[in-house]
């Protein structure tokens, strides 16, 4: 997981918004940020019908999840956006941080 982390963080931010990556590094912030996102497959982060457009997309891409990566550095940029570093580490189990839609206009940069 962390592995896949790091490639998030200096692959996919590194080219769609370094300055977003450079300042993850600087915080120092552990790769294992992203793990719970990746292990319940966003099922907190979005809303009902949001996760079902999503895990659709996800499941319906066949190429082993690739499209999971760019989610989560959309995700980040999101949060980036939002000046709301902190959320990384502290998004609520109860709410939905995340619209879809948000985190989909976000995936254009990162290709």
Known sequence: MCSRMRRIRDELLKSADPE???HLVELDVPLYFGIRWLRVMFGLEFSKPDLLLLWDAIFGAGNHFALVDYIVAAMLMVIRN???????????????????????????ALH
């Open 20 to 22: 977003l990556r450079n």
């Open 82 to 108: 939002r000046r709301q570093y902190s959320k990384i580490h502290h998004t609520s189990q109860n709410e939905s941080f995340f619209q879809v839609d948000k985190a989909i206009s976000s995936l254009g």
